[in-house]
Nanobody, 120 residues
Framework: QVQLVESGGGLVQAGGSLRLSCAAAGRSFRSYAVGWWRQAPGKEREFVAAFSRSGSTYYADSVKGRFTISTDSAKRMIYLQMNTLKPEDTAVYYC??????????????WGQGTRVTVSA
C-alpha cells in the first residue's frame, strides 16, 4: 500500500521557520513528480511547490524566495523548508505525488496533511 506521511507542522511566530517532511512508504517516487499543496481555513486547496520528474522546481508566487522544496535521491523523503513565515501561510499542508505533474491538483497520491499555524 502506497502512503505519503507528512510531519513537521506546528505553531510558529511570524518570521520563523519550519521544515516539513513527507515520507513515502510502499514505493519509491523516483520517477514521479512530487510537491506540496496547502489549504487554509475556508479556502480552496492551493499549489505551493513542486519538484518535477526532470528535477526542476516550481513555486507559487506567494512563497517564492521563502520556501524551498527538496528530496532525497530516491524521492522517499520530500521536504519543504519554510522561512520567513507569515500568518497567511497558516494552512494544512499536503504532500502529493504523480506520474505527470503535481501542479494541477489531481495528483495520484496525497498525504493526510500536517497543520502549520503562524501567529502574528
Amino acid at each position: 500500500q502506497v502512503q505519503l506521511v507528512e510531519s513537521g507542522g506546528g505553531l510558529v511566530q511570524a518570521g520563523g521557520s519550519l521544515r516539513l517532511s513527507c515520507a513515502a512508504a510502499g514505493r519509491s517516487f523516483r520517477s514521479y513528480a512530487v510537491g506540496w499543496w496547502r489549504q487554509a481555513p475556508g479556502k480552496e486547496r492551493e499549489f505551493v511547490a513542486a519538484f518535477s520528474r526532470s528535477g526542476s522546481t516550481y513555486y507559487a508566487d506567494s512563497v517564492k524566495g521563502r520556501f524551498t522544496i527538496s528530496t532525497d535521491s530516491a524521492k522517499r523523503m520530500i521536504y519543504l523548508q519554510m522561512n520567513t513565515l507569515k500568518p497567511e501561510d497558516t494552512a494544512v499542508y499536503y504532500c502529493a505525488a504523480d506520474l505527470s505533474t503535481v501542479r494541477v491538483g489531481d495528483a495520484d497520491y496525497w498525504g493526510q496533511g500536517t497543520r502549520v499555524t503562524v501567529s502574528a
